[in-house]
């Protein structure tokens, strides 16, 4: 079956230091993948996506690139804000005949300190 | 453009009650897809509509269950609740049932069983 393996948490960093968080995969074909911000009492909310090996999605100073050969998807930002601070989750969707598999990790939490 | 409502937002119920959730996906959206959320499991899948058509579902038991209007709502419902069904329940929309799509997700219903 498909699965999503994130780095376990929580991360603390100061503010203004540079975040990885890993995430790795395994998928029966071809993933997409995701990754997704949850903020306290609220929804989770798309940060980036990439659909294709080598591609890289990007958005608020986020950045992960889809590596086909190690299959990783791991997210990283050069300097972390204290509005960062909420937890993220990798996730992968792939076709499976009819149906969409979605596969969420379980989730990173994140504290940024100023 | 209004998002995913989730209704009600908090909800407290005693054990062997019975729950109904309800979902609006943003106007256009024509698959809703559900997920419970513990600290302690995470995310996980509970099921997907698409066009009124139940699509995919997770590893839960049979209490759990769902449907889609002809609206593109969607309502999930547990019977006999127990303890262990205390949880986030979220629920989000996309626009179509294609693999590579970003979800939109609700602020969800807290679930508290007594």
């Known amino acids: 079956g498909n699965s999503v393996t994130q780095m376990e948490g929580p991360v603390t960093l100061s503010e203004e230091a540079f975040l990885t968080i890993n995430c790795t995969y395994t998928?029966?074909?071809?993933?997409?993948l995701f990754w997704y911000v949850q903020y306290p009492g609220e929804g989770l909310q798309l940060l980036l996506k990439?659909?294709?090996?080598?591609d890289k999605g990007s958005n608020k100073g986020f950045e992960a690139t889809y590596r086909k050969e190690t299959t990783s998807f791991h997210l990283e930002k050069g300097s972390v804000q204290v509005s960062d601070s909420a937890v993220y989750f990798c996730?992968?969707?792939?076709?499976?005949?009819?149906?969409?598999?979605?596969?969420f990790g379980s989730g990173t939490q994140l504290t940024v300190l100023p | 453009k209004a998002g995913v409502t989730q209704t009600p937002r908090y909800l407290i119920k005693t054990r062997g009650q019975q729950v109904t959730l309800s979902c609006s996906p943003i106007s256009g959206h024509r698959s809703v897809s559900w997920y419970q959320q513990t600290p302690g499991q995470g995310l996980q899948f509970l099921f997907e509509?698409?066009?009124?058509?139940?699509?995919n579902k997770g590893n839960f038991p049979g209490r759990f269950s769902g449907r889609q209007f002809s609206n593109s709502r969607s309502e999930m419902n547990v019977s006999t609740l127990e303890l262990g069904d205390s949880a986030l329940y979220l629920c989000?929309?996309?626009?179509?049932?294609?693999?590579?799509?970003?979800?939109?997700f609700g602020s969800g219903t807290q679930l508290s069983v007594l």
């Open positions: 989000a929309s996309s626009l179509e049932y294609r693999a590579n799509e970003k979800l939109f």
């Open positions: 998928a029966t074909g071809y993933p997409s």
């Open positions: 990439a659909t294709k090996a080598d």
């Open positions: 509509y698409f066009s009124e058509t139940q699509r």
């Open positions: 996730a992968l969707t792939i076709s499976s005949g009819s149906a969409r598999q979605l596969t």
